[in-house]
Structures are given as C-alpha cells and as structure tokens.
C-alpha cells in the first residue's frame, strides 16, 4: 500500500518561510521522480518544483529563487523548503511520486500567506 503523507503547512506572514516534508512508504523511493503541486482555490492544480530520480530539479518560474526542493533517500522524504512566501502562495500543495506512467499523490496540506 503507497502512502505519501505531506506535513508541514500552516499560516505564515508575508515575506516568512516554511518548510513541507512528505513522507513516502509502500514506493521504491530513490526510483521515482517527486513532485510539489500547488491548488489555490478556483484555480487548477499546478506543478510547483519536481526532483527526478537523479536529483535534478525544476521549478515554476513564480517560486525560483525561493523555493528549494530536495530529497533524502534514507528517509524516503521529499522537501519543499519555501522562503519570501507571498499571500499568491496560499494553496493546499500536493506531493507526487511518478515513474514510468504511475503515479501517486499525498492527501495535500494547506498553506496560508496572511498578515
């Protein structure tokens, strides 16, 4: 049984930081891809960061700069460290696990940028 259970969100002011972990069990972690998705209210699901298998990483272009993805295969957790937050940020953010054509998702976590 997969399960990627996200934590880590919360309210934060503007221009603060939080950092989201995601921990995945049930997965041969170091073979998939990993993915942070963001999906702020009446609006769809967007691709946030993604580190592949080998480390590489990408990121929308709204969060370079400041937001960093990583990974700890040791622990089969994925991050999403988030810094300078703006209220554009809030959303609930999704963690994904992929490789080949199969894919999970976590249960989100919320994230609220509010003075």
């Known amino acids: 049984q997969v399960q990627l259970v996200e934590s880590g969100g919360g309210l934060v002011q503007p221009g603060g930081s939080l950092r989201l972990s995601c921990a995945a069990s049930?997965?041969?972690?170091?073979?998939?891809?990993m993915g942070w998705y963001r999906q702020a209210p009446g609006k769809q699901r967007e691709l946030v960061a993604v580190?592949?298998?080998?480390?590489?990483?990408n990121y929308v272009d709204s969060v370079k700069g400041r937001f960093t993805i990583s990974r700890d295969n040791a622990k089969n957790t994925v991050y999403l460290q988030m810094n300078s937050l703006k209220p554009e940020d809030t959303a609930v953010y999704y963690c994904?696990?992929?490789?080949?054509?199969?894919?999970?998702w976590g249960q989100g976590t919320q994230v609220t940028v509010s003075s």
């Open positions: 994904n696990a992929y490789h080949l054509d199969i894919g999970y």
């Open positions: 580190i592949t298998s080998g480390g590489t990483t």
């Open positions: 049930g997965i041969i972690f170091s073979m998939y891809g």
